[in-house]
């Protein structure tokens, strides 16, 4: 390998912010890492997104001992991906829950995805050593599913394919707060290597359509109000526009892999190189991006030996 991934050098602490985005509902976001999201109830927590950790799992319980002391029952997960799932058990909470789609990722792909990830993006698994397996559902639904926290009614939901074919949304209708993990980001790059370019766009006007008052994405700020609602949705479809069009034209005219990435880089880089985890995201947007427009609809699996393959063939 002629250099490490972007993300293999990222050894930096991240700062940490707790910020309520509604009543009772709060984003835990750390300068484009992975957001957690907390939804407060009458009797209990609900827990948007784990962290990849049960040690960094300990930093969004600990926020959440300051405003609350009511038990997390429910730890929901918007996709299988491991920075998402493999801090679960740190809750300890009674209900994990997922979409169908997410679980059947879990048994076709989730241990390649834990291995290749905790290589890309070592930071991101300190204590690693406490996590106890693959995480495991057990809830799951196709279409939609409402939990009552109390009186407190918070809407699960599959509006399609996006970031992976299981993305689920957690909507809070009192409050008309969304919680997209990867579907949405801020100012972060959007991981694409299991992404369905064509459908991505689609799922995000579908959350569009509920207008809200505030959105939890999965990475960056908090979005409040409805100006930086639209900003975000708006740039995260240019972001899967900018990134699949040009590597399109190359795969359909019978150029190589790495023509598309340096037509991706044209493209993308004077709108999104500031962009957190930008270029840890690229080798892996390009390759599946290259796949979806030769018409292979499902994602290919990413092992730890597939990342270096392609990370060697693209800039070797």
């Known amino acids: 390998m002629s250099k490490a991934f972007a993300s293999q050098n990222d050894s930096t602490d991240k700062a940490i912010s707790f910020s309520e985005v509604g009543k009772g509902l709060w ?31 300990g930093k969004v319980i600990e926020k959440i001992r300051g405003v609350t002391d009511k038990p997390i029952r429910y730890v929901v997960l918007s996709h299988y991906h491991a920075v998402r799932v493999l801090g679960a058990s740190a809750y300890r909470a009674d209900h994990v829950v997922m979409s169908d789609t997410a679980r059947s990722m879990v048994v076709e792909r989730g241990q390649e995805d834990w291995d290749s990830e905790f290589q890309r993006f070592p930071r991101l698994f300190r204590g690693h050593e406490s996590i106890p397996g693959l995480t495991w559902p057990t809830m799951t639904f196709g279409g939609r599913m409402s939990i009552y926290l109390g009186k407190r009614r918070v809407d699960l939901m599959h509006l399609g394919r996006a970031h992976t074919a299981g993305d689920i949304v957690a909507h809070v209708p009192d409050q008309n707060v969304m919680f997209t993990g990867d579907i949405v980001e801020y100012h972060s790059a959007c991981y694409c290597g299991d992404g369905h370019f064509s459908d991505w766009a689609g799922t995000i006007d579908a959350i569009g359509a509920f207008d809200p008052d505030a959105i939890v994405p999965g990475r960056g700020d908090a979005l409040v109000g409805s100006r930086m609602v639209g900003e975000a949705l ?7 526009r900018s990134t699949f069009e040009p590597i399109a034209r190359v795969a359909r005219g019978g150029g190589s892999l790495k023509e598309a990435w340096d037509a991706c880089r044209a493209e993308c880089d004077p709108k999104f190189s500031t962009y957190a985890i930008y270029e840890h995201c690229l080798p892996f947007n390009v390759a599946r991006a290259y796949d979806e427009a030769l018409g292979i609809d499902t994602p290919r699996i990413w092992t730890a030996e597939r990342d270096l393959r392609v990370w060697e063939q693209l800039n070797g």
């Open 234 to 240: 708006d740039n995260t479809k240019d972001f899967i």
């Open 27 to 57: 984003a835990f976001t750390a300068e484009g890492d992975p957001n957690t999201g907390v939804i407060i109830g009458d009797d209990a927590v609900m827990i948007v997104d784990a962290q990849a950790t049960p040690q960094l799992a």
